[in-house]
């Protein structure tokens, strides 16, 4: 078969022991930096684009992939030790993993992590080979209007996410879509809500927002009671996963993985979007739905997949299309270009020996990082003994820096303060801020898709429904939005059966 | 115990004014004397920022110093530009951007804090980024009068995709749209990556867009360049018409890539960078590297780097004031 072939030669290029060098390189750099919070594939690409200037260009890749795998793990480590989210997507991480890390299994959460990603960035590889060429023609027919719908669904999936109040919910969300319309206008360049601040003329972040909604904030609550009581469970549970635990992730690490997958094959699709809807998708499932965010390791195997499936969805139309399809991969094609590689169509024709040596590198990556974390994972845990007195100042450094460094500005720091005051009086109140999140990434593309969609459809609105792929998101999402009224009624009626 | 106070004390109070102290301030006759850094106010991977990464190291060793570049993405370019129009004018923080923030971001963005004309020192212009229109291969548009035809039998029908609206595409589908005498509706996305897939799935008709987000797709044969908004030909596409040549006089747009400073840079620094640029940009070797990237080598002192800005705003003020 043409396609073992090709993946032999790939795997030749790629374990050549240069290019192993540079990809133990690049994993080994990309985990450390995507440790600081707020530094994910994106921002370690940034800061590491330069030194891969003067290196030969397969390598090159290899590097940088390694870099972005690297980020991608490095960033669920904060997450679960001290609920800061190491980069957006880790977010969602941050809801179960870190109550884990409090009962004493932060262990487990870590491997499960780490092997969740493994697994699905496998998975995901295997798709990359065999299905990126039609996957990437499915992609183009993502419109403004099917984006829109797409996001009417994501936004739906909100009703179960909340863990709570869902009224307070809805609160965050439009709080987030506020949030979101901050900066200048996609569409007239007019600036909104800027207040002559310069700042925010490119919208509030959302690194920063999320370093001070989780971290921040954290931190603030934490001081307050540390003085009285123990944080953490000094008790260490093992060190890694057991049966019990494997078992109930299987499943949440194969749905993570189709999700992730094929939600970021979509161009344009951030990556935070399907760790959110396998979050909320394995809670739907769940027998014991009430339980999560106290500790369920669902909650951390099934987002965590996702995530790594679909940064490596991400590539599907990076490499077959050369369309960049988000900051990581906006990157990644740069720093190609730069090298004189020009990854679309022909690449593979031209240069396979860079496709598939990238290809083939990917899953050496996948299998260094594993094997480099897991005993990374009982020194990680050693972390949590430290005095929190000591450890709370670190934590704030990394913060600041993490969140600088995106972007050169101290403003932002100034930003993330902000939310962190934000952040803990909401978790004073009770307000959930994973909604809020979910709604700032959510609105400002759906608004875009909106008006893009009114605009080549002349005021039409029945563009959303003519087209095939638009309608069905759209009918889906509003179905999900409305359908507690329809299972309200059958749970009533139960009820009364039950009293019967 | 009393000398040890008096000691400490005569550190700290030393230590203090230490941090006061100032290098005195270097003549510009010896200049460069250290780091030099080059604030590039996109994000990382972008056009600009391939370009100024590129030319860093030949710059660097001409000016004989070490160049950092720094980026500072947002609002247009903004935010980066005003960091370098509040910094020191010594000549060692400079702004090493394109031209749609100076003169087209103003347009659309109400209460910049500063005058991109008067506000700068301008430096050099290096080179130049031609922008052109281009439509999926298989589509009915062929070539430019296709389009001029069809938009005139159908005015307001035709939807053509833009990165973004301060951008120069989108001026130029303005400018298109007052020489042509036509009215097509742009369609404004967040940059030149997420147009691509508009134009290839047929969800804009066409799009006004500069070949490097298209390249890969023209080299399969996807999508086709119809026309390029300079006075000349592209060197590297000798085949690819430009719409001046096919009558349309006032279409010419091109994103000049240059240097510029804060106000009051000493005059010879400029004189200096003038000289370095220059020769940089005549090296053979900088020339076939900008030209990967489809940039044309193009370099203006800066008096002219400046007129030439000033007089393209005039223009677009004008254009926008009518529509």
């Known amino acids: ?500 | 115990m009393k000398t040890m106070k008096g000691l400490a004390m005569f550190l700290i109070l030393l230590s203090l004014v230490a941090c006061f102290l100032q290098p005195a301030p270097s003549t510009a006759q010896d200049y460069p004397k250290g780091n030099i850094q080059l604030v590039v106010p996109f994000a990382p991977g972008g056009a600009t920022d391939i370009f100024w990464r590129t030319l860093g190291d030949y710059l660097s060793k001409n000016m004989k110093t070490s160049i950092a570049i720094v980026n500072k993405p947002g609002g247009g370019g903004i935010v980066g530009m005003s960091t370098v129009v509040n910094s020191k004018p010594d000549g060692y923080t400079l702004c090493a951007g394109n031209s749609d923030t100076l003169n087209i971001t103003p347009l659309f963005t109400s209460d910049i804090p500063f005058d991109t004309i008067n506000d700068l020192t301008y430096i050099a212009k290096l080179a130049i980024f031609p922008q052109g229109m281009a439509a999926r291969t298989e589509s009915q548009f062929k070539s430019v009068e296709d389009i001029i035809a069809f938009a005139r039998a159908n005015p307001k029908k035709l939807k053509a995709g833009t990165p973004g609206v301060g951008t120069s595409p989108y001026m130029a589908a303005r400018l298109f749209n007052r020489d042509a005498r036509v009215d097509i509706t742009p369609v404004a996305f967040g940059g030149g990556g997420e147009v691509v897939p508009q134009i290839l799935g047929g969800h804009v008709d066409f799009a006004f867009i500069a070949m490097p987000p298209i390249k890969a797709q023209y080299d399969a044969g996807k999508i086709r360049c119809l026309a390029f908004f300079s006075k000349q030909r592209h060197p590297l596409y000798p085949n690819i018409p430009t719409a001046y040549e096919k009558g349309l006089k006032r279409t010419i747009i091109e994103t000049g890539i240059g240097l510029v400073g804060p106000k009051g840079l000493p005059p010879a620094v400029v004189t200096k960078w003038e000289e370095i640029a220059q020769m940089t940009m005549k090296d053979p070797n900088v020339v076939s590297a900008v030209q990967k990237f489809d940039y044309v080598v193009d370099f203006k002192p800066g008096e002219v780097y400046k007129k030439e800005i000033a007089e393209e705003f005039a223009d677009f003020k004008e254009l926008m004031g009518k529509k």
């Open chain 1, 1 to 500: 078969m043409d396609i073992l072939h090709d993946l032999y030669f790939g795997f030749s290029v790629a374990a050549m022991p240069i290019n192993l060098l540079y990809c133990f390189i690049g994993v080994l750099v990309g985990t450390l930096v995507g440790v600081l919070p707020g530094v994910g594939p994106p921002a370690a690409l940034s800061l590491l684009l330069p030194a891969t200037f003067h290196v030969p260009p397969v390598s090159a890749v290899i590097l940088l992939a390694g870099i972005m795998y690297g980020a991608m793990y490095g960033g669920s480590t904060t997450s679960i030790l001290v609920n800061i989210p190491g980069e957006a997507a880790s977010v969602v991480t941050c809801l179960d993993g870190y109550q884990m890390a409090r009962k004493g299994r932060a262990g487990p959460a870590l491997g499960i992590s780490a092997f969740g990603s493994f697994i699905a960035g496998t998975g995901s590889i295997f798709g990359l080979i065999f299905l990126a060429a039609t996957l990437a023609n499915f992609a183009l027919r993502f419109g403004p209007p099917e984006y829109f719908s797409l996001m009417v669904l994501g936004l739906s999936i909100l009703v179960y996410l909340a863990r709570g109040s869902i009224v307070n919910a809805l609160i965050m969300v439009c709080f987030g879509l506020l949030l979101g319309t901050i900066g200048l206008d996609q569409m007239t360049g007019a600036p909104r809500f800027v207040y002559k601040i310069i700042t925010l003329m490119d919208g509030v972040g959302l690194v920063q927002v999320v370093i001070g909604l989780f971290g921040v904030s954290e931190v603030f609550l934490n001081v307050e009671t540390v003085l009285k009581q123990e944080i953490f469970e000094t008790k260490i549970k093992g060190l890694l996963p057991n049966l019990d635990d494997w078992k109930r992730s299987l499943g949440p690490i194969t749905r993570g993985t189709v999700i992730g997958f094929f939600l970021g094959v979509i161009p344009g699709m951030s990556v935070v979007i399907p760790t959110f809807v396998s979050y909320t998708l394995e809670k739907k499932l769940s027998k014991t739905p009430e339980k999560f965010g106290t500790g369920m390791i669902e909650g951390v195997a099934g987002p965590e997949s996702a995530n790594n499936a679909a940064s490596c969805g991400t590539l599907v139309p990076m490499l077959s299309l050369g369309i960049p399809t988000g900051a990581a991969t906006a990157l990644l094609l740069g720093a190609l270009m730069i090298h004189g590689l020009r990854p679309g169509p022909l690449l593979i024709k031209e240069s396979p020996e860079v496709f598939w040596g990238v290809v083939a590198s990917l899953y050496v990556g996948n299998v260094m990082l594993l094997i480099l974390n897991l005993p990374l994972i009982s020194l990680w845990v050693k972390v949590l003994k430290v005095p929190y007195y000591l450890l709370f100042p670190l934590i704030l450094l990394f913060c600041i820096i993490g969140s600088y460094v995106t972007n050169n500005n101290p403003y932002d720091v100034v930003i993330m303060t902000i939310f962190g005051a934000i952040g803990y009086a909401m978790k004073k109140l009770d307000y959930e801020a994973a909604p809020l999140v979910l709604a700032l990434v959510l609105g400002p593309m759906m608004e875009n898709a909106l008006r893009r969609s009114m605009v080549l459809s002349e005021g039409h609105i029945g563009i959303f429904f003519t087209r095939p792929i638009s309608a069905f998101f759209l009918i889906a999402g509003l179905l999900i939005l409305f359908s507690p009224f329809f299972l309200r009624k059958k749970r009533l009626r139960a009820e009364l059966r039950g009293n019967e």
